[in-house]
């Protein structure tokens, strides 16, 4: 199977149902081949907009698109990369709206942030004196709140709102030079509600701390992989999907009063391939599995247990590919060429 795949980091749920499920989660087998499929590109439009693509992208119900772009200028800034505002692109591939975590505080750090199905982004920062706050947005971009939460001393690498308002942050702190990883389900007002450490943490803080390819970082002496390189969802059931970037896939399912309720492993579609990105779409999981150090691999769509529905590759869409949606008819996606021009393209499957 070829791995010329454009791999999707984004995935867009249309609609949304509450049907909490406490069951263990069997792994997700290897896949069998009425379960593959291949993608074509059906549609391409430009974006009027230029830069680097940062990170990991996020939708709404509306089929909008929401990711930041790294420009000279912000290239240029100090810790610019932290500054990057969030920018709106509607199903079309026309800008819509800019989040500016900056309007909560100058100095803030921004990482990972949540977009609601209407909406609504929420974006997790840190300040210099490591307090840690969840900055909130209405649709249009204009800043609704910033809460502090009870815990300092993390950075927040992942963040998921509840719908009770609630949130859950997961990131590493600063104790064992940033191995260790934090994980905390916070009710609305920032206040802890229950921190989660599972064994897999420990065990991923222990390999990090000895140098283990796959745990600690090649370019710096601090930090998880497993962690930063993870993501998380809000699933149909209302609960969070936290994965761990690990192959197979490790995914935590917490419940908004900070219950891991189960555990999934999910085996990669093809051998070698990392879990990368974690969406979520009515009754559907899509895990990105990538190529180690690179942005090309397969998408795998299992249900809320674990169980295999789908693998996705594809040999004639071109590389790379970056945050995008799961629609009904296949997936919408972003992409830039060398010059950093703009793309926004759809592939279905063939």
């Known amino acids: 199977m070829k791995l010329g795949m454009i791999l999707l980091f984004g995935v867009c749920a249309v609609s949304l ?9 069997p792994n997700a087998g290897p896949a069998s081949s009425d379960a593959s499929g291949m993608l074509q590109l059906t549609a391409t439009a430009r974006i009027p907009l230029v830069g680097m693509l940062v990170g990991k992208g996020r939708c709404d119900d509306q089929g909008d698109i929401y990711v930041r772009f790294m420009d000279a200028d ?11 505002p969030i920018e709106k692109i509607d199903p079309e591939g ?38 840690v706050y969840v900055v909130e947005f209405d649709k249009g971009g204009s800043l609704k709140s910033k809460t502090r939460v009870e815990s300092t001393g993390f950075t927040p690498y992942q963040i998921t709102v509840f719908e009770s308002g609630g949130f859950l ?13 934090f994980t905390g389900v916070f009710d609305a007002r920032g206040k802890l509600i229950k921190e989660i450490y599972e064994p897999e943490d420990e065990d ?50 917490i419940s908004p009063k900070g219950e891991v309720v189960r555990k999934l492993r999910i085996d990669p579609p093809d051998a ?31 249900d809320l247990q674990g169980a295999l529905i789908a693998n996705y590759s594809s040999d004639n869409v071109r590389t790379p590919g970056l945050p995008g949606c799961y629609i009904a008819s296949g997936f919408v996606y972003l992409d830039d060429d060398p010059d950093h021009n703009l793309y926004l393209r759809r592939a279905e499957p063939k």
Request: glycine fraction near 12%.
């Open 74 to 84: 912000m290239n240029r800034m100090h810790h610019g990369k932290s500054k990057i």
């Open 94 to 131: 026309r800008p819509a709206a800019t989040f500016h975590v900056t309007d909560a505080f100058a100095d803030i750090w921004g990482k990972d942030f949540f977009v609601s199905g209407e909406g609504e982004v929420y974006q997790a920062g840190f300040m210099p004196d490591g307090a």
């Open 204 to 253: 991923s803080r222990r390999r990090a701390e000895v140098g283990e390819p796959g745990f600690a970082p090649d370019y710096t002496n601090s930090g998880n992989t497993l962690v930063w390189r993870g993501d998380a969802a809000l699933g149909s059931d209302g609960n969070a999907y936290l994965l761990r970037a690990a192959s197979p896939a490790l995914v935590y399912v």
């Open 17 to 25: 149902v509450s049907a909490q499920n406490k069951t263990a989660a």
């Open 169 to 181: 942050l997961s990131g590493t702190t600063g104790i064992s030079n940033g191995r260790r990883p």
């Open 272 to 302: 070698g391939l990392i879990a990368e990105s974690i969406k979520a779409a009515p009754g559907k999981l899509a895990v990105s599995f990538l190529n180690r150090g690179m942005i090309t691999g397969m998408i795998k769509v299992v």
